[in-house]
T-cell receptor, first 113, second 109 residues
Framework: NAGVTQTPKFRILKIGQSMTLQCTQD?????MYWYRQDPGMGLKLIYY???????DKGEVPNGYNVSRSTTEDFPLRLELAAPSQTSVYFC????????????FGQGTRLTVV | DAKTTQPNSMESNEEEPVHLPCNHS???????IHWYRQLPSQGPEYVIH???SNVNNRMASLAIAEDRKSSTLILHRATLRDAAVYYC??????????FGKGTLLTVNP
């Protein structure tokens, strides 16, 4: 059982470049989340989705876009990367939103130079 | 989600119990209290959650105050592998989990 899988694990981007962080889960969970974690800080919610075709903003959505065309996948798109987006990104999924256990991926470490 | 307050850091000795406190005075009646932990260089992992009653599982116990304004995560016998940042989250009724800065637990051998 793979759980939540994120790719890539590491990436270096140049300022102004774009990329997509991939997240897929095999637990048939409706709820999926993207967080970012800056050094020494807690996790901040970027976007979340309550099901295929439905997404909503979290605390820090600026500079990011998401889509949810299938239950399994929840990609995070960075347009025009900036140094402020250097962070570790975590994807998570949950069967019933915040009422039960959420499962997290191992993270994508992104550096923008 | 409810705002939570946790100590920045705590220290324990191996094989001793650890009590990690959390204040969540603004929690709504339908919000759960969740605990997650994050080991170094890993994603957060679920520890335990509850609504009103005390909860036990193989990892820990959760003691919830009667007024639900505070809770305590109890690790019955700390091991070196329990060294991590522990996050208390009051929320879930709006499908989101909002993380604070958490408590850094150090376990001494």
């Amino acid at each position: 059982n793979a759980g939540v899988t994120q790719t890539p694990k590491f990436r270096i981007l140049k300022i102004g470049q774009s990329m997509t962080l991939q997240c897929t889960q095999d637990m048939n969970h409706n709820y999926m989340y993207w967080y970012r974690q800056d050094p020494g800080m807690g996790l901040k919610l970027i976007y979340y989705s309550v099901g295929a075709g439905i997404t909503d903003k979290g605390e820090v959505p600026n500079g990011y876009n998401v889509s949810r065309s299938t239950t399994e996948d929840f990609p995070l798109r960075l347009e025009l990367a900036a140094p402020s987006q250097t962070s570790v990104y975590f994807c998570a999924s949950s069967a019933t939103g915040g009422l039960t256990e959420a499962f997290f991926g191992q993270g994508t470490r992104l550096t923008v130079v | 989600d409810a705002k939570t307050t946790q100590p920045n850091s705590m220290e324990s000795n191996e094989e001793e119990p650890v009590h990690l406190p959390c204040n969540h005075s603004t929690i709504s009646g339908t919000d759960y209290i969740h605990w997650y932990r994050q080991l170094p260089s890993q994603g957060p992992e679920y520890v335990i959650h509850g609504l009103t009653s005390n909860v036990n599982n193989r990892m820990a116990s959760l003691a919830i105050a009667e007024d639900r304004k505070s809770s305590t995560l109890i690790l019955h016998r700390a091991t070196l592998r329990d060294a991590a940042v522990y996050y208390c989250i009051g929320g879930g009724s709006n499908y989101k989990l909002t993380f604070g800065k958490g408590t850094l637990l150090t376990v001494n051998p």
